[in-house]
Antibody, heavy 123, light 107 residues
Framework: QVQLQESGPGLVKASETLSLTCTVS??????????WSWIRQSPGKGLEWIGY???????DYNPSLKSRVTMSVDTSKNQFSLKLSSVTAADTAVYYC???????????????WGQGTLVTVSS | DIQMTQSPSSVSASVGDSVAITCRAS??????LAWYQQKPGKAPKLLIY???SLQSGVPSRFSGSGSGTDFTLTISSLQPEDFATYYC?????????FGPGTKVDIK
């Protein structure tokens, strides 16, 4: 059974860096055919895809966040991580980690999700 | 970026009713359209991919149709566990984008 669990501070000060880790169980992050995504959800912007990383470390980021996002993967711990720099109140959201895979005729989709973690940016 | 819209934004229905939710893309996405279900406090769950293919384990009362820019999710014979918010998502064009959601609640 695949499980993903986000962890990290629930409160981050404006202008600082948000750091989250996703611990994966039931599947190896090194498994071929899977990608590891971060998605966030806020009342104002709805669901927003942040980006993904492959087991080899290749990444793709949403252009709207690209200048502030860094993702990494730690295969020894079966984890992947998100860093979002220079945060503002607009980055307050529930952050989800997810497993992506390619669906024929539908592209890359998130088929397993973590429960989500609320990150609030304070001034 | 491709913008996704959904209608209605909310719908009230009773157990046993049939409900249709529409999703429209600002540009054609072929059939690269997925539907997710989200319940309060939970993560979204993938229901349908490729516009009309049911994800494993999803009940057959869920169905999807459409291609290009216009898509529909139909839930036939609503069950109590189906009251939730539904999102469409396109994966045809980078970056992936979601619709704003349609809330299905109990009449």
């Amino acid at each position: 059974q695949v499980q993903l669990q986000e962890s990290g501070p629930g409160l981050v000060k404006a202008s600082e860096t948000l750091s989250l880790t996703c611990t994966v169980s039931g599947v190896s992050v090194s498994s071929g055919g899977y990608y590891w995504s971060w998605i966030r959800q806020s009342p104002g912007k709805g669901l927003e895809w942040i980006g993904y990383i492959s087991y080899s470390g290749s990444t793709d980021y949403n252009p709207s966040l690209k200048s502030r996002v860094t993702m990494s993967v730690d295969t020894s711990k079966n984890q992947f991580s998100l860093k979002l720099s220079s945060v503002t109140a607009a980055d307050t959201a529930v952050y989800y980690c997810a497993r992506d895979r390619d669906y024929y005729g539908s592209g890359r989709l998130s088929d397993q999700w973590g429960q989500g973690t609320l990150v609030t940016v304070s001034s | 970026d491709i913008q996704m819209t959904q209608s209605p934004s909310s719908v009230s229905a009773s157990v046993g009713d049939s409900v249709a939710i529409t999703c429209r893309a600002s540009q054609g996405v072929s059939s690269w359209l997925a539907w997710y279900q989200q319940k309060p406090g939970k993560a979204p769950k993938l229901l349908i991919y490729a516009a009309s293919s049911l994800q494993s384990g999803v009940p057959s009362r869920f169905s999807g149709s459409g291609s290009g820019t216009d898509f529909t999710l139909t839930i036939s014979s609503l069950q109590p566990e189906d009251f939730a918010t539904y999102y469409c998502q396109q994966a045809n064009s980078f970056p992936r984008s979601f619709g704003p959601g349609t809330k299905v609640d109990i009449k």
